[in-house]
């Protein structure tokens, strides 16, 4: 009889559970999961999307200047906009003088057309004293300032009246909108977001070329050496992480500047005859990064590695192959999602570093990162601050999908 009843206890626990328990499964781990989900989105998609959307956003004209927002909407941009437009920006300029917002829409447009600011400070203040216009008010204003009776100025306004525009994301790749509503290229002397992208996208791609060189034997060491020694190194690859990243970058500039502990060891061995230019420049700039961003290289390799057993190498031997011919053919394409997850991970950080290159590059190695912080710290310039920020997001999505078609994202995050 207890026989029996074992058996019974035994196929009831082997039982698949059911469907009101494997509900309830699900809900318990979507609470457990729910404050890390509500956390993410408070603190990383709504301000991503906050950014983004500053990208696009235009309502600086709109709020100042309603009523020309509303002329513009219905004008179709050639020749000059009728008098309904001219007696709509008088009303506008006498309701906004003096307000903050006459000061937004001037910063707006002066992105469009140089002396925009001037021209609405000035037709604002004169505008004040008029109440019936004689000869209308297109009349008055050309008269305030000839430059309202140009198309160029209108179609500058015309531009900048909608609430969203593209005009960051063109001006973010060295494009703009013309007075005719086409896109073209910026003046030569003006493009300088496409060659600072490139720029950052070398400078990640080298840094994160000489972390592979540098981390994977040094992986490949952590695995294979014994313990003791391999606990020492480990603590030496950890190093950099427990020290601030503006004093290992303080520390670089220390070491190699001119009057610097490396131009004096070699000026003192004879090495070289004058201190070498090791800081200020690309070379400072990749040995600093490098130093910074190796541990990302080694410790998703590592983990890896950890994981090969080393029967598959001895395998490979014992049916003849030569070590070398092992090693390519079954133990690098076996870390292939080590290496893909360090060299996405480096790459990303590499191309976001703001610090590093701010203190260490030369003025010619300044990238995306230093353009993004300058327009959003020192010209309040948003919408162009968050237009380079897109294109590099986009750009490091565009590599993330391509690595993960690749090598599988699913490996790459280690989940498979």
């Known amino acids: 009889m207890a026989t029996t009843t074992e058996a019974m206890e035994g196929a009831s626990a082997l039982a698949p559970p059911s469907l009101s328990s494997r509900a309830k499964a699900r809900m318990v781990s979507a609470l457990l999961i729910a404050p890390l989900v509500l956390f993410l989105t408070l603190v990383f998609v709504l301000p991503l999307g906050g950014m983004l959307f500053h990208a696009v956003e235009n309502g600086e004209v709109g709020e100042a200047l309603p009523g020309v ?16 437009a001219y007696a709509a920006l008088a009303r506008d300029l006498k309701a906004a003088y003096r307000e903050p917002r006459l000061g937004e829409a001037s910063r707006r447009l002066n992105y469009e057309r140089s002396g925009y600011r001037a021209l609405l400070t000035r037709t604002a203040r004169s505008v004040r004293a008029i109440d019936r216009p004689q000869a209308g008010w297109a009349a008055e204003l050309t008269a305030i300032d000839p430059r309202w009776g140009e198309p160029a100025t209108w179609a500058a306004l015309r531009r900048a009246s909608p609430p969203l525009t593209p005009y960051y994301l063109l001006t973010a790749l060295d494009l703009r909108m013309d007075d005719s509503g086409s896109i073209v290229r910026a003046p030569a002397e003006e493009r300088i977001y496409i060659d600072t992208l490139g720029r950052t996208l070398w400078i990640g791609f080298v840094t994160t070329l000489l972390c592979f060189v540098l981390g994977f034997p040094l992986a490949h060491a952590l695995v294979s050496l014994p313990r003791g020694f391999a606990s020492v190194l480990m603590v030496c690859v950890l190093l950099p992480f427990w020290t601030s ?85 079954i133990y690098l394409p076996m870390t292939l999602p080590g290496v893909g997850a360090g060299c996405l991970m480096t790459f990303i950080i590499g191309v976001g570093y703001y610090i ?28 162009l601050s968050s237009a380079l920020g897109a294109i590099l997001l986009a750009c490091i999505m565009l590599l993330y999908a391509t690595v993960g078609r690749l090598i599988g994202v699913g490996r790459i995050a280690g989940i498979q």
């Not at 004879?270 to 070379?283: H, K, Q, S, T, Y």
């Not at 590093?356 to 993004?372: C, H, K, N, W």
């Open 245 to 329: 990243l503006l004093v290992r970058t303080s520390a670089w500039i220390v070491v190699l500047q001119k009057e610097g502990v490396l131009n004096g060891l070699l000026t003192r061995l004879g090495i070289v005859d004058a201190p070498l230019e090791l800081v200020f420049n690309r070379f400072g700039l990749y040995v600093a990064m490098v130093h910074i961003l190796l541990p990302f290289m080694i410790l998703p390799i590592l983990s890896v590695m950890k994981g090969i057993s080393p029967s598959y190498m001895r395998a490979s031997a014992s049916l003849g192959a030569h070590p070398a011919v092992g090693f390519l053919k």
């Open 69 to 84: 927002a509303a002329e513009m909407r219905g004008w179709t941009g050639e020749g000059l906009p009728p008098e309904s």
């Open 356 to 383: 590093t290159p701010s203190l260490v590059g030369g003025a010619r190695d300044q990238m995306t990162s230093y353009f993004i912080a300058y327009y959003a710290n020192t010209t309040i310039n948003w919408g």
